[in-house]
């Protein structure tokens, strides 16, 4: 009996875990729009996507343009499955590009003092580096206010 429950819970479970994520439509026309910025400030050299080199950014206008070509005149509703998902890699790539290196997510697995557990922790580069200053200029400090003396700031006793 006991192996038949672990069978239905185990079914079940993978049951959830194969289920294909549901297609969460998007706007076509603000698709458009927003690209149509990007481009702008590709031509323009502005903004995160004025800084890519030449390549990634004939890339950019490249997935841009099937972009757009699958968008004309259609909406989300339109486009098969398979134009769908094409569309979406094309803008999550174009999104990916136009990240910077402070925007990238880095996770850690850290054990926590005492523990045995592990904890995933996730923070973006910029965070990252803003934390490991602040420590720095904590720690300069503390050692700023240490006396050089073994005997301490009153003097020896």
Do not use: H
Not at 63 to 80: A, F, N
Not at 82 to 107: F, H, S, T
């Amino acid at each position: 009996m006991r192996k038949f429950v672990l069978t239905l819970i185990l079914a079940a479970a993978c049951t959830g875990a194969v289920a294909a994520p549901e297609r969460t439509p998007f706007d076509a026309q603000a698709v458009i729009t927003q690209q149509q910025q990007i481009r702008a400030d590709i031509e323009a050299k502005r903004g995160a996507y004025g800084k890519l080199d030449i390549a990634t950014r004939q890339e950019v206008r490249e997935r841009q343009d099937q972009l757009l070509k699958l968008l004309d005149g259609r909406s989300y509703e339109q486009l098969s499955g398979e134009e769908q998902d094409q569309a979406r890699l094309n803008m999550a790539w174009i999104e990916y590009a136009g990240k910077q290196d402070d925007d990238r997510l880095v996770c850690e697995r850290i054990r926590t003092t005492g523990s045995n557990r592990v904890e995933r922790v996730c923070k973006t580069v910029a965070q990252r580096r803003a934390e490991k200053e602040a420590n720095k200029n904590n720690a300069d400090q503390m050692l700023q206010g240490r006396s050089a003396s073994p005997c301490g700031p009153e003097g020896c006793r």
